[in-house]
């Protein structure tokens, strides 16, 4: 990106004491066993090239005829993982995809492309949508430590426009939860601590049959004070040692806040529940709350108004909740004909905490900083497809799609702002930031943009699938999608595969495709309204044309192998609080092997993923000094701040933020019946080539200055701040980072048979099982006249146990 200048809260806590009732009905009148349905992760590698896949198409396929290159991650490998979060199962699993940190939490890249907000890629509960479309993009769940109620995950790895909408330029990240269908006669409960982290939780789930009608539950409460003392790594010329450590320095008055530490002391819940009549119908719900802190600064030292230091309270927290309800149905017309209806409605809250006002609570609105909103979405949609069981398949429907942008819930509207370089509130005279002028961080009332009671933007969209059987034994698949966004240009995203199997063993995949990317609606909404240029016309999407191979092989019983080769050609768009602008053509292909090998109770996952940048060509128009981008330095004129300001001109050849190379392996062995399980998991990342070549672009830039036009003062000047860069550069050489990073996770599982059908089951995991990990913090390119962004945290090497009690 370019760096420059009400109803739904009462009805969520409704839901909240229905599920309360659920549990004290059906706690104690029956326990948890295992799924009835047969666990992938036992399958045959034969079997598992014939698994469905629900992601990333309109129709069910087969995993090895699956047009989008997909990442399935099970149950029990999800069960087994060391790793705290989602986004900690993905890194492990997914080829390639970088894990970073950032103040507002965890971004995702996949593929080479990851940003300041998850906006590249889309996230899906059971297929329904659940990105924040204002601010973040992509982030419920992802943050969420308990994943008991996860059937499995399936990522897209790459472009998925065609069949989600604006936003799968990098990937789609589709959560697919246990449901009442595929449970049966199952309940468990489990606890679990994390001493590192402070860390404790407590989840319940059953199943049960209520007639004719399936049912599945799942609560859990995690509460988390975070890793107290962190080595936040940060580089800082006025330092008056040589310690880089936020918090630790001689002239720091305050230590560093925690990290991953509970927003407002408030733990994370997760409430989900299922209901299926066995033939046509299912409905379920689903609510969850979360927030933690991801920041790199010392807590406050602030004084009240007495002169008192205040306490130790960390800044910059942010408090998400979202509740989601979809029905479906499913209808067989006849023989042919099937028709499916569906109907989701997700509410998303989310707020912003700075203490910076200390004469005020914690979570008054004074110590609110920039957003407070609530996003509620209404999808529905209605899909008819066709088999005439010989070789043609079509799908085709339609959708609409209602996103509203209001006040937190429970909130009237004076409590709503969202800030996109202008601060998007009520009205200047009664919205509640305005209240003090005189506080901290409130919005500048020269930059205002009244918005009333809210937002709303209607979306209306068609879209079609496509297979037909060539008498060859190939296929060919089409798909497309059409939106009509009320706030931009019409989006269009087609795709055409030929898939063909040249043996039972062998299959090849082609597919070309382009998707779309609206501006979060925060931007769309004022490009909207005041900048429609005729220099973006037709351009303001950023779009990702895409070509890719695929091979699968199934080469003997015990192995299987899969290559995955892609060409990316994307125009970037980016907002700068000012205007949209077209930032520039980016071009990258790269490669992803995997291989899965079983030796009797041990499998083998291997996976490495190479990336190449092939051009970064950034917008002549924005090469005016003045503009960053985060892609890459390797088109790039910049002009520092500093004393002496220096011109930061292209290095390298690299993408920034990204490693080159990525290796995983996952080892899994069972013994004693399968009671003992044992699992080691390893992550190897290097050549962060394009991350470096920001220090080498620096060093250039001062040993390539004219000093013959600077004055005496001047000059002094100059020298001090490289004097300082080279300073700093050698504090973070000597750290090694952005090098090579290895690091390993390892679980230890056993199951005891216990009497009436129960069983319980101890897991024990560790995180960095040979010292601390570098968790790098997404860089947007640095301003000053040293790099002020290669910043990290050291996550230091963690152990966690789960005891777990399941009935049958």
């Not at 408090?319 to 149905?329: A, D, L, Q």
């Not at 290895?742 to 897991?763: G, I, M, P, T």
Request: aromatic share 12%; net charge negative.
């Amino acid at each position: 990106m370019l760096v420059g200048r009400t109803v739904i809260y009462g009805g969520a806590l409704y839901v909240r004491r229905l599920f309360a009732v659920y549990i004290s009905l059906v706690g104690g009148s029956f326990c948890l066993a295992a799924s009835d349905a047969q666990d992938l992760f036992d399958l045959s590698f034969e079997e598992l090239l014939n698994v469905k896949i629900t992601t990333g198409s309109l129709t069910d396929f087969v995993a090895k005829h699956s047009p989008s290159a997909i990442t399935t991650i099970q149950r029990e490998q999800i069960e087994l993982s060391a790793a705290r979060n989602i986004a900690g199962v993905l890194e492990e699993h997914v080829p390639g995809m970088m894990l970073m940190t950032h103040t507002a939490g965890d971004k995702i890249g996949i593929r080479g492309l990851i940003a300041a907000e998850n906006y590249k890629l889309l996230l899906l509960v059971n297929g329904v949508n659940v990105t924040n479309n204002v601010y973040e993009g992509a982030m419920m769940e992802l943050d969420q430590w308990e994943l008991g109620d996860i059937e499995r995950i399936e990522v897209v790895r790459g472009p998925g426009s065609v069949t989600y909408g604006s936003g799968a330029i990098a990937g789609v990240i589709n959560i697919i939860t246990k449901s009442a269908r595929e449970v049966s006669g199952v309940s468990e409960w489990s606890v679990s601590y994390v001493p590192e982290y402070h860390g404790k939780g407590f989840s319940f789930q059953a199943a049960k049959q209520l007639g004719s009608w399936s049912s599945y539950f799942f609560g859990s409460v995690r509460e988390s004070d975070g890793l107290q003392n962190p080595d936040y790594f940060q580089l800082r010329p006025d330092a008056a040692s040589d310690i880089r450590y936020v918090g630790k320095r001689p002239t720091d008055v305050k230590g560093p806040q925690p990290y991953l530490g509970d927003t407002l002391d408030e733990p994370q819940v997760k409430l989900h529940l299922d209901l299926d009549d066995g033939r046509n119908f299912r409905v379920w719900a689903r609510y969850t709350e979360s927030g933690q802190s991801h920041t790199f600064t010392t807590y406050s030292a602030f004084s009240d108004k007495d002169g008192n230091l205040v306490s130790d309270t960390p800044t910059r927290k942010r408090s998400i909740r979202n509740f989601v309800v979809s029905p479906e149905y499913e209808s067989e017309l006849n023989d042919k004909w099937g028709l499916t209806l569906r109907a989701s409605l997700d509410a998303q809250e989310y707020i912003r905490y700075d203490f910076r006002n200390v004469d005020w609570p914690e979570d008054h609105p004074n110590n609110i900083r920039d957003y407070a909103f609530s996003q509620e979405r209404l999808v529905a949609s209605a899909l008819f497809d066709y088999d005439d069981g010989e070789s043609l398949k079509v799908a085709t429907g339609f959708e609409y799609n209602r996103t509203g942008v209001h006040a937190p819930w429970g909130k009237n509207s004076d409590h709503i702002w969202v800030r996109e370089g202008l601060h998007l509130v009520s009205d200047a005279d009664t919205s509640i930031y305005l209240q003090y002028p005189d506080a901290s961080r409130r919005p500048s009332l020269d930059a205002l943009e009244e918005v009333g009671g809210g937002l709303d933007f209607d979306t209306f969209t068609q879209l079609s699938e496509v297979t037909y059987d060539l008498r060859t034994g190939a296929r060919i698949v089409y798909a497309h999608r059409l939106d009509f966004p009320e706030i931009s240009d019409t989006m269009f995203a087609p795709r055409l595969s030929w898939i063909a199997d040249f043996s039972e063993e062998s299959t090849l995949r082609i597919s070309a495709q382009r998707s779309l990317r609206m501006m979060p609606l925060r931007a769309q909404y004022l490009f909207d309204k005041y900048d429609r240029s005729e220099s973006m016309s037709g351009r303001d999407h950023e779009s990702l044309d895409s070509l890719e191979v695929a091979f699968t092989k199934l080469v003997s019983d015990s192995f299987l192998l899969d290559v995955n080769a892609f060409y990316n050609d994307s125009d970037t768009v980016g907002y700068t609080g000012q205007d949209l602008q077209f930032l520039g053509d980016l071009q990258l292909w790269g490669v992803e092997l995997q291989g899965r090998f079983q030796w009797g109770n041990t499998e083998l996952i291997v996976n490495h993923s190479y990336i190449d940048l092939l051009d970064m060509a950034m917008n002549p128009e924005l090469k005016t000094g003045e503009n960053r981008n985060n892609i890459s330095f390797s088109d790039y004129f910049y002009y520092t701040g500093g004393d002496v300001p220096i011109l930061l001109e292209s290095y390298g050849s690299g993408l920034n933020n990204w490693s080159n190379n990525s290796t995983r392996l996952i080892v899994t062995s069972k013994f004693l019946d399968d009671r003992l399980i044992v699992r080691l998991s390893a992550r190897m990342n290097w050549d962060y080539e394009g991350s470096y070549d920001e220090i080498e672009m620096y060093q250039r830039a001062y040993d390539t200055f004219d000093t013959s036009s600077l004055d005496a003062d001047d000059l002094v000047a100059f020298e001090r701040q490289r004097t300082e860069f080279e300073r700093e550069r050698g504090f973070l050489d000597a750290e090694d980072a952005y090098q090579s990073d290895v690091h390993f996770n390892a679980s230890l599982s056993y199951r005891w048979d216990l009497k009436q059908s129960s069983e319980l089951v101890a897991s024990l995991f560790v995180e960095n099982l040979f010292g601390e990990e570098k968790r790098y913090h997404v860089s947007t390119g640095s301003s000053n006249y040293y790099p002020s962004r290669p910043v990290f945290v050291e996550e230091p090497t963690s152990v966690g146990l789960r005891v777990s009690v399941r009935y049958r």
